[in-house]
């Protein structure tokens, strides 16, 4: 089991940035898939964005496509999601998650697929 902790949420303006970071102990991250979700006030819980264990592969929602990214650092055991130009419906609380998979390639967005998930940090965007 992977226990993860997510932090840098806060409240930006629209247009402003953030940078979530999701710190993982217990194993290491290095033969997982790690993915952001994110659940606004009464809104199921979607899937943000997902990188392959190696880094190679990604995968994001077409909401966030060009303004976020996705990265990770097996050493540190730590994955980041850069969140650019803001705005106000991408307030919500996000979650960072993993997934084993060893494929170096594979990356995926389901969420029942993803097994270990943090406690999540809330990010506001203000109009």
């Known amino acids: 089991q992977v226990q993860l902790v997510e932090s840098g949420g806060g409240l930006v303006q629209a247009g402003g940035s953030l940078r979530l970071s999701c710190a993982a102990s217990g194993r290491s991250i290095s033969s997982y898939i790690m993915g952001w979700f994110r659940q606004a006030p009464g809104k199921e819980r979607e899937f943000v964005a997902a990188?392959?264990?190696?880094?190679?592969?990604?995968s994001y929602a077409d909401s966030v496509k060009g303004r976020f990214t996705i990265s990770r650092d097996n050493v540190k055991n730590v994955v980041w999601l850069h969140l650019n130009s803001l705005k106000p419906e991408d307030t919500a609380v996000y979650y960072c998650a993993a997934d084993y998979n060893p494929s170096p390639s594979a990356v995926h967005s389901v969420q029942s697929g993803y097994i270990d998930w943090g406690q999540g940090t809330q990010v506001t965007v203000s109009s």
């Open positions: 990188i392959s264990w190696s880094g190679g592969s990604t």
